[in-house]
C-alpha cells in the first residue's frame, strides 16, 4: 500500500518550541514511521522559511515547501495534514485543508475558542478521518491503569485526587519567546495545554465528568520577563484550577467523586510533580511522577511508579509498566505520539473500516468534547468577576 503523505505545518528553523520537530519529526523519520508515512511537505510563513527548515533538519529536495495554507490545501499529493504551529494560529492554517477533505491531525488545544473549534467540525466532511494531539490517551501508563482497574484489583473507583504542579515553568517568570504564555485569548498556555493534556488521561482512565465545579486564581498577576531585569509581564491567565465533581459511572461506582488541582512551579521541595491517587471498593492505587506531562515524555526525569495498596492484606506493592519495545528506539518526547500515527495507519491501511476495539485514538469529536469542558470552567471563572 502506498505511504501516507504527510504535510507539517510549523516545523521551523526559528521555531520557539521543538515539538514539531521532536515528536512528529522524528517518528516520521524513524524506520518505523516510514513503513505508513512519507513527508512529503512543509507550510511556513513564506516559502523561504519553509525551505530553511528543509535545510535545518535535512530532508530531501522532493519535499514541497509551501508559504500559504490555501495552495496547500489544493495539492493533491497531501494526504495528511499535521498542524503544529502556535495555537491561535491553528484555525488559520488548517481550515483550508479541511475545506477541501484533507486529513488532519491537530495538536491540543485544537483552536485557541470552542467556537472556531465547532465552525472547522461544521465543514468537515468526515470529522473521524483526523488525529488530535492527545497522545495522553495511549501512553503506557494510561493502558497499564485502564488494565488494572478492569482487573477489578482494587474493585469498583470510589474516589480520585490528583495533585499536579506546572514543574516546566517558573512560578513568576516566563521567556520572552513565551510572552503569550499570559495572554488568555491566544488559548495556549499553562492552564489549557498542560492541565488540558492531564485532565484528557485522567479522562480515559476513569471516565469523564457527570458535573463539575471549579475555580480558578491568578496568584501573580505580574510576571518577569526572563534574562530581563525589571521587565514586567502582565498575565490574564489563571495559574491555579482546582476543579472537582461526580465521574459518569463506568469503572466508577455513580457519584464517584475526582478532584483535580494544578498549580503552575514546582511543588514544595521535595514532593512529587505529580501525585494521583485512586480508591476503591479493596484497595487504592498512587501514580506519582516528577510531573504531569507523562504524554509528552518531559516527566520522566524520575521514577514514574504505580503502587497499590490491598486493603485485605494491608500490603502496598508497586505495579510494573513499560514502554513497547518499538517505542523505546524513538527519542522519549516522540513515543506517545508515535503511537497515535500508529493507530491512525492502521485504520487507513485496513481501509477505514470500524476501528478496531482497543485501538482507537483521539479524533476531532474527542477534541470538541474538551474543549467543551473548557468553555465550561472558564464560564465558571468568568462569572466570578
Same mark, same amino acid.
Given at each position: 500500500?502506498?505511504?501516507?503523505r504527510?504535510?507539517?505545518? #510549523?516545523?521551523?528553523?526559528?521555531?520557539?518550541?521543538?515539538?514539531?520537530?521532536?515528536?512528529?519529526?522524528?517518528?516520521?523519520?524513524?524506520?518505523?514511521?516510514?513503513?505508513h508515512?512519507?513527508?512529503?511537505?512543509?507550510?511556513?510563513?513564506s516559502?523561504?522559511?519553509?525551505?530553511?527548515?528543509k535545510?535545518?533538519? /535535512?530532508?530531501?529536495?522532493?519535499?514541497?515547501?509551501?508559504?500559504?495554507?490555501?495552495?496547500?490545501?489544493?495539492?493533491?499529493?497531501?494526504?495528511?495534514?499535521?498542524?503544529?504551529?502556535?495555537?491561535?494560529?491553528?484555525?488559520?492554517?488548517?481550515?483550508?485543508?479541511?475545506?477541501?477533505?484533507?486529513?488532519?491531525?491537530?495538536?491540543?488545544?485544537?483552536?485557541?475558542?470552542?467556537?472556531?473549534?465547532l465552525?472547522?467540525?461544521?465543514?468537515?466532511?468526515?470529522?473521524?478521518?483526523?488525529?488530535? #494531539?492527545?497522545?495522553?490517551?495511549?501512553?503506557?501508563?494510561?493502558?497499564?491503569?485502564?488494565?488494572?482497574?478492569?482487573?477489578?484489583?482494587?474493585?469498583?473507583?470510589?474516589?480520585? @485526587?490528583?495533585?499536579?504542579?506546572?514543574?516546566?515553568?517558573?512560578?513568576?517568570?516566563?521567556?520572552?519567546?513565551?510572552?503569550?504564555?499570559?495572554?488568555?485569548?491566544?488559548?495556549?498556555?499553562?492552564?489549557?495545554?498542560?492541565?488540558?493534556?492531564?485532565?484528557?488521561?485522567?479522562?480515559?482512565?476513569?471516565? /469523564?465528568?457527570?458535573?463539575? @465545579?471549579?475555580?480558578?486564581?491568578?496568584?501573580?498577576?505580574?510576571?518577569?520577563?526572563?534574562?530581563?531585569?525589571?521587565?514586567?509581564?502582565?498575565?490574564?491567565?489563571?495559574?491555579?484550577?482546582?476543579?472537582?465533581?461526580?465521574?459518569?459511572?463506568?469503572?466508577?461506582?455513580?457519584?464517584?467523586?475526582?478532584?483535580?488541582?494544578?498549580?503552575?512551579?514546582?511543588p514544595?521541595?521535595?514532593?512529587?510533580?505529580?501525585?494521583?491517587?485512586?480508591?476503591?471498593?479493596?484497595?487504592?492505587?498512587?501514580?506519582?511522577?516528577?510531573?504531569?506531562?507523562?504524554?509528552?515524555?518531559?516527566?520522566y526525569?524520575?521514577?514514574?511508579t504505580?503502587?497499590?495498596? @490491598?486493603?485485605?492484606?494491608?500490603?502496598?506493592?508497586?505495579?510494573?509498566?513499560?514502554?513497547?519495545?518499538?517505542? !523505546?528506539?524513538?527519542?522519549?518526547?516522540?513515543?506517545?505520539?508515535?503511537?497515535?500515527?500508529?493507530?491512525?495507519?492502521?485504520?487507513?491501511?485496513?481501509?477505514?473500516?470500524?476501528?478496531?476495539?482497543?485501538?482507537?485514538?483521539?479524533?476531532?469529536?474527542? #477534541?470538541?468534547?474538551?474543549?467543551?469542558?473548557?468553555?465550561?470552567?472558564? !464560564?465558571?471563572?468568568?462569572?466570578?468577576?
Amino acid at each position: 500500500m502506498s505511504p501516507i503523505r504527510v504535510a507539517i505545518i #510549523g516545523l521551523s528553523s526559528s521555531a520557539k518550541t521543538t515539538w514539531a520537530a521532536d515528536a512528529h519529526l522524528a517518528y516520521l523519520l524513524s524506520s518505523k514511521g516510514k513503513t505508513h508515512y512519507q513527508l512529503v511537505a512543509l507550510l511556513n510563513s513564506s516559502i523561504s522559511a519553509a525551505e530553511s527548515a528543509k535545510k535545518t533538519f /535535512n530532508l530531501p529536495q522532493h519535499v514541497k515547501a509551501f508559504g500559504d495554507a490555501e495552495t496547500l490545501a489544493a495539492d493533491a499529493d497531501i494526504d495528511l495534514v499535521v498542524v503544529c504551529t502556535r495555537v491561535d494560529v491553528h484555525y488559520a492554517v488548517v481550515e483550508p485543508s479541511v475545506r477541501a477533505g484533507k486529513a488532519v491531525f491537530v495538536e491540543w488545544p485544537v483552536t485557541s475558542n470552542l467556537a472556531s473549534t465547532l465552525q472547522l467540525l461544521e465543514k468537515m466532511p468526515n470529522p473521524g478521518n483526523s488525529i488530535v #494531539g492527545l497522545q495522553g490517551r495511549v501512553m503506557p501508563l494510561t493502558l497499564r491503569l485502564q488494565g488494572i482497574l478492569s482487573s477489578g484489583i482494587i474493585g469498583k473507583v470510589l474516589s480520585s @485526587d490528583i495533585r499536579a504542579y506546572g514543574v516546566v515553568m517558573q512560578r513568576d517568570t516566563l521567556p520572552a519567546s513565551l510572552a503569550y504564555f499570559a495572554d488568555r485569548k491566544v488559548g495556549g498556555h499553562p492552564i489549557n495545554i498542560h492541565y488540558g493534556h492531564m485532565i484528557d488521561y485522567v479522562h480515559e482512565v476513569l471516565g /469523564n465528568w457527570e458535573t463539575f @465545579d471549579a475555580k480558578m486564581q491568578i496568584q501573580r498577576p505580574e510576571l518577569n520577563i526572563l534574562g530581563k531585569e525589571g521587565a514586567v509581564l502582565k498575565s490574564n491567565v489563571p495559574d491555579l484550577l482546582s476543579v472537582h465533581g461526580t465521574l459518569e459511572a463506568g469503572v466508577a461506582v455513580p457519584g464517584a467523586l475526582l478532584t483535580a488541582t494544578f498549580r503552575l512551579g514546582p511543588p514544595f521541595k521535595g514532593d512529587a510533580g505529580l501525585t494521583w491517587t485512586i480508591a476503591g471498593e479493596k484497595g487504592e492505587l498512587r501514580i506519582t511522577a516528577p510531573g504531569p506531562y507523562l504524554m509528552s515524555g518531559d516527566s520522566y526525569n524520575g521514577p514514574v511508579t504505580i503502587e497499590h495498596h @490491598d486493603h485485605a492484606t494491608d500490603q502496598v506493592n508497586s505495579l510494573a509498566w513499560d514502554w513497547s519495545e518499538w517505542q !523505546k528506539e524513538l527519542p522519549l518526547r516522540a513515543r506517545s505520539t508515535a503511537e497515535l500515527y500508529e493507530r491512525y495507519a492502521e485504520w487507513v491501511e485496513g481501509g477505514k473500516d470500524e476501528v478496531v476495539r482497543g485501538r482507537e485514538w483521539p479524533r476531532f469529536e474527542d #477534541g470538541v468534547r474538551l474543549m467543551r469542558e473548557f468553555d465550561a470552567v472558564y !464560564k465558571l471563572f468568568d462569572a466570578m468577576w
